[in-house]
């Protein structure tokens, strides 16, 4: 062991990007807060198989208890049930599955896909490529995933285009299945007037899923939750505490207001997985596309029990704060321009070339010679077809000097290549 040991921090750890390091800017973070990673131990320990109620009894019931206490700190209405799932692609899949069946009056399992009318789903063009493959792998197929475009300062669906999409796909003989609504997309922060689009749903009978993996996590903050207004008319639901409430990576909440809608998709009870002489128990494996299950709630009731909710909203409320303010400082520079306005902790920016240079080449030679430099991490993006660079707070030990360095590293180094 003390060779391998030796051999992971010489010959592993120098090609690891360290995802924990308090001026981690890029993508959205996969925080492992220290108490978290305590109860993985336990977890890894324990080695237990999660997948039905009598496999642990423990692990079903501290599931069912952490995601209520999950929904009531974000405010959802009691109606709302959950279940832990590894990603929210795994939980948009789920949701994806599930509009499919209900669409096809649940034969799409038994009958396939074939002979059976177009599905049509429906989303902005701001929404993550986990959407993209749970189309694919549900059979519906890339070119009946309609994009929406979007308005207004956070490229919201335009709800009349989406209606009217609707329309136009129903009286031409395809099938509306669903809407996908984003709080919080990935590139900008690309966020949805859930309220408008799920009277849209309602009105056409379409099921609504909100992909609000990481934005989620701020509507601890009741002051934030005007971001996604209208969610509780949602059918589903997906946040990740692995991203932001700083759970250990993997731990995605999926709430439903039917879950029966859900199980009836996925539940198969062979004789072996039965749980005789129980009535009323979950087996969570019926909620989720895998058979086999990691006790993911152990870390989240170790978390929420070590930390509480006011520490974890003072901390989302101060990376809110301190992005902002480097938006501000940044946008104070006569050579730097904001692209999209921060959406909570989310912003974009461009550095301004020299009149002959190319803008697209010189920022994306600005953000590989800011990760070449290793004092901060940031990734790019393409806002109306042009590049812009994303900075994004969230991991779990950031302070403000962090975000101090950061505009120091960036104006520097902009500078320099400039």
Partial sequence: MDSIFADFEEKILPGMTHWQHPR??????????????????????????????????????????????????LGLPQGFSGVIQDSASSATLAAVLTMRERAL???GNSQGLAGQPRLRVYSSDQVHTSIDRAIWISGIGQENLVRISGQGRFRGMDTAELEAAIIADRAAGMLPAGIIGSVGGT??????????????????????????????????????RHYWAGVEQADSIVFNPHK???????????????????????????????THGRDGVINYSEWSVPLGRRFRALKLWFLLRAHGLENLRAMIRAHVSWSEGLATRLAGEPDFEIVSQPMLSLFSFRHRPAADQDHDEHNLLLVNAINDDGRIYLTQTRVDGRVAIRFQVGQ???????????FSVITEIARQIG
């Fill in 24 to 73: 981690f800017f890029a993508y959205f973070p996969a925080n492992a807060a220290p108490v978290s990673v305590v109860a993985e131990y336990l977890v890894s320990a324990m080695a237990a198989q999660c997948m039905l109620w009598q496999t642990s009894p423990s692990a079903t019931e501290l599931e069912t208890r952490t995601v209520d206490w999950m929904r009531q700190a």
């Fill in 105 to 107: 009056d649940w034969q």
């Fill in 187 to 224: 590139s900008i922060g690309g966020t949805d007037n859930i309220a408008d689009i799920a009277g849209v749903a309602r009105r056409h009978g379409l099921y609504l899923h909100v992909d609000a993996a990481w934005a989620g996590s701020a509507m601890i903050c009741p002051e934030y």
């Fill in 244 to 274: 932001w409430l700083g759970a250990q990576f993997d731990c995605s909440i999926q709430f439903l207001r039917q879950p029966e809608d859900l199980v009836r998709t996925l539940a198969i009870k062979p004789e072996f997985l039965k």
């Fill in 396 to 406: 779990f030990e950031t302070t403000s000097a962090d975000t101090d360095t950061a």
